[in-house]
């Protein structure tokens, strides 16, 4: 078991949050339905609106029959499908009746989710319009039943009760409630901190996926950190936009469940989220806090933004003082329309933002910010509001978050992160030995994260462990940062640095939409390529030099928060 060895870590500073200090993380969902009773709550983009009374009566009419099948607190029900009103109102209705949520990225293929759903000891199981196409009820026989997220009809059931309860739903609704139902009848399952919630699946880049399990104090440290370091810079009844998946804990807890807790109007993209897409639903919804990961923001800066400022006569007034400013915030003003134009701040998070998008924007004095965290700790470790950031870094830790870096000069030479505190999960479902792996004895989660620490906190990842390689003369060799440099390159879409024995090697995948513009031909893109590769290795210590690339014909795999799988292609 790995121990935090006392004099090669750097601290900073963090409140200790007791448990008994902790209030109920579904109060905070119940308290919302309650105060914003008449107001918009939840819309599928161009689709239907549900209020917050709409969400109740539902959660209410769900409790139903899951007390009817014979529900216990404590037991799991899986939720599958893309996001949508109902894909939250069937999750706030599993942690409201006490059960264990399981969500389950719509991404996953049907032997994923079937093995999920397995796992995890599933009863019910709430599926989308798209994934009920790619399972088989025969796979998963400890379901007891299944329902379709766009009507919550039953698809699936071996519960005779249940199937009684769903076809009397309104009459059994109408028993409870005779008399309407209103805000006081709002009363439901509140959790002690320390309680199981979900276990959510990993999707990393590792390719095994492990069933992390958080407890109640896990969601109320992200929310509570995002209600008191966010909702203060925006409107009381804000817009807001999700993008990411919602059973992914990025897209969860900052897209989902914060805005929900604070009063919020949620607009969920139930499409796919293509750049042309998500441009369309940001500049219809005007979101007051903008959440991506940085492809979507690399893809609208490269696509939308730089063909319109990167002209000879704009180049020629940036290098003139007496225009400069007022050319920066014309410029500015285009990258915030972009994004709908009132955005208090735009947060970054999942992978790190290119070097070269994150300078120019910084340049133009834009609001964005980068944060770090993992499925772990549900997910948020460091977070730096746009004016507190500083370039390259990925944040502070959070106030209730203590965050080390295990070497003997932290803010020089990188070492793993670690941290322990209110967000960190209770370990790996039926995988001790991950737990193990993972936990030690004192409480530290280690991330499998490199980075530096400055003084004031900021933390600045370098890569991570398992992706580190060694190079021919034993120097370390973080294959990110060369990705970085390259990415920024001409023709050049995304890369991953592999090694091959002693040799590294790029694989490339070009910019095929601007290669079809120029007529390249395949020798073109290869010329262009080796021409890249002199550049980048001009840029590089002789120990991390490439010494070849391979043009890809197709995009890398990647996971839901778009990081290349990486497995995959070692």
Avoid at 16 to 38: G, R, T, V
Avoid at 71 to 98: M, P, Q
Avoid at 221 to 235: E, I, R, S, T, W
Avoid at 465 to 489: C, F, H, R, T, W
Wanted: charge should be negative.
């Amino acid at each position: 078991m790995r121990m935090c060895r006392k004099g090669i870590t750097f601290a900073q500073k963090f409140e200790n949050c007791a448990m008994n200090d902790i209030p109920s993380f579904n109060s905070y969902i119940e308290q919302s339905i309650k105060d914003n009773w008449l107001l918009d709550a939840l819309t599928d983009y161009k689709g239907a609106t549900l209020q917050y009374h709409d969400v109740a009566r539902k959660i209410e009419k769900l409790h139903i029959m899951m007390e009817a099948a014979g529900i216990e607190k404590g037991d799991r029900i899986a939720v599958c499908g893309r996001n949508s009103a109902h894909w939250a109102v069937a999750f706030l209705a599993t942690l409201t009746y006490g059960a264990v949520v399981v969500p389950i990225l719509h991404e996953f293929n049907g032997e994923q989710i079937h093995n999920i759903v397995n796992h995890s000891e599933s009863r019910l199981l709430f599926v989308g319009d798209y994934v009920v196409n790619i399972i088989d009820e025969k796979e998963m026989p400890g379901l007891e039943g299944i329902f379709n997220l766009p009507d919550f009809s039953l698809y699936v059931s071996h519960n005779e009760k249940l199937t009684d309860a769903r076809e009397r739903l309104n009459e059994l609704f109408g028993s409870k409630f005779p008399n309407a139902y209103r805000q006081k009848d709002v009363h439901w399952y509140m959790g002690a901190p320390e309680e199981l919630c979900m276990i959510n699946y990993t999707s990393g880049t590792t390719g095994f996926s492990k069933g992390v399990m958080l407890p109640y104090r896990s969601l109320w440290g992200n929310v509570d950190f995002c209600q008191k370091k966010l909702a203060p810079h925006m409107p009381k009844f804000s817009n807001t936009l999700s993008i990411l998946p919602m059973a992914h804990m990025y897209g969860m807890a900052i897209e989902f469940l914060f805005p929900f807790c604070s009063g919020y109007h949620l607009h969920f993209l139930t499409r796919l989220p293509s750049p042309a897409v998500i441009a369309e639903a940001f500049k219809a919804v005007c979101p007051d806090v903008v959440v991506a990961v940085p492809l979507i923001i690399e893809k609208i800066i490269r696509k939308r933004v730089f063909p319109k400022i990167q002209s000879n006569v704009v180049k020629l007034l940036l290098q003139m003082p007496v225009v400069q400013k007022k050319v920066k915030e014309r410029i500015c003003q285009e990258v915030y329309a972009a994004f709908g134009g009132r955005a208090y701040e735009i947060i970054v998070g999942g992978a790190p933002l290119n070097q070269e998008i994150e300078q120019f924007l910084k340049s133009i004095d834009f609001p964005i910010t980068v944060g770090y965290g993992t499925t772990e700790c549900a997910p948020l470790i460091s977070y730096s509001d746009y004016h507190d950031f500083e370039p390259g870094s990925c944040g502070q830790p959070l106030p209730c978050m203590e965050v080390k870096i295990v070497s003997s000069d932290p803010e020089h030479i990188e070492g793993e992160i670690v941290t322990r505190g209110t967000n960190v999960m209770l370990g790996y479902y039926k995988n001790e030995e991950a737990t193990r792996k993972a936990l030690d004895d004192e409480g530290w989660y280690h991330t499998g994260d490199l980075a530096t620490m400055s003084k004031d906190g900021h933390i600045f990842i370098r890569g991570r462990l398992k992706n580190m390689l060694l190079g021919a003369n034993g120097q370390n060799v973080y294959p990110e940062e060369i990705e970085d440099k390259l990415n920024s390159m001409a023709m050049v879409s995304e890369s991953i640095i592999v090694q091959r024995g002693d040799k590294l090697i790029a694989l490339v995948y070009p910019d095929m939409d601007e290669a079809k513009a120029m007529g390249f031909t395949q020798e073109d893109l290869e010329n262009v390529m080796e021409q890249n590769r002199q550049d980048l290795n001009a840029q590089l210590p002789v120990y991390s030099k490439i010494q070849a690339f391979e043009l890809q014909e197709r995009e890398f795999q990647k996971t839901p928060k778009k990081s290349i799988k990486r497995y995959l292609y070692k």
